[in-house]
């Protein structure tokens, strides 16, 4: 069955810090991969999503970047972190534009 | 994508059968109706999915009206475990790489 990772749980970060929040899937081979942030007490808000090695898509323009160095892995990254960067930010994978399944997520608070 | 609505909080006593509707009235045919939860400060849970029949798997059961334009998620015997915000998602196949995520229902499980 497959499992998809991410660490870490939770991270504190002061303004203008670098980020990176990685995201592991296993037990499938080219999955979609996903990030989403979700702010308190708001819908979930797509940010990246990638359909193989290297490729990035970008939904929204940002503070933030997505790399994907491996074809089950999926990291998110900032250069300086801002207040409005703070949220729970998920993962998920799919099969191709199939359902998505989500990773326990990262709360970011930046402060 | 379609758009939902879905009452803003519900409550069910343990045990009991939970129905938790959704309007869907603009839905087109070849848009799927899709249901997740989220557990607090965990990510979104894949419960079920369905295109026009009725369809149930271990955690729910589906119905979606002949029309289409409304469906219900029924949690068969509700456990204090399944207090979750539940999300009612319609979405088109396989265009579109997001899951639009509106504010769900609020079901708190009653001991």
């Known amino acids: 069955s497959q499992t998809i990772h991410q660490w870490p749980a939770t991270l504190v970060q002061p303004v203008g810090s670098p980020l990176s929040l990685e995201c592991t899937v296993e037990?499938?081979?080219?999955?979609?991969l996903y990030w989403y942030r979700q702010a308190a007490g708001r819908g979930l808000q797509l940010l990246f999503y990638s359909v193989g090695i290297g490729q990035i898509s970008s939904e929204v323009p940002q503070n933030l970047s997505a790399s994907r160095p491996q074809d089950r892995q999926f990291i998110l990254s900032s250069k300086k972190l801002l207040l409005s960067d703070s949220g729970f930010y998920l993962c998920?994978?799919?099969?191709?534009?199939?359902?998505?399944?989500f990773g326990p997520g990262t709360r970011l608070t930046v402060l | 994508d379609a758009k939902t609505t879905q009452p803003t909080s519900m409550d069910c006593a343990e045990g009991r059968a939970a129905n938790l509707p959704c309007n869907h009235s603009?839905?087109?045919?070849?848009?799927?109706v899709y249901w997740y939860r989220q557990i607090h400060s965990q990510g979104p849970q894949y419960i079920i999915h369905g295109l026009k029949n009725n369809e149930t798997n271990e955690m729910a059961s589906l119905i979606i009206t002949e029309d289409r334009k409304s469906s219900t998620l029924i949690l068969p015997h509700a456990t204090l475990r399944d207090t979750a915000v539940y999300y009612c998602?319609?979405?088109?196949?396989?265009?579109?790489?997001?899951?639009?995520f509106g504010t769900g229902t609020s079901l708190t499980v009653i001991p």
């Open positions: 998920a994978w799919s099969f191709a534009r199939d359902t998505q399944y």
């Open positions: 037990g499938t081979s080219n999955p979609n």
């Open positions: 998602i319609v979405r088109r196949l396989p265009t579109g790489n997001q899951f639009y």
């Open positions: 603009t839905i087109s045919g070849n848009e799927y």
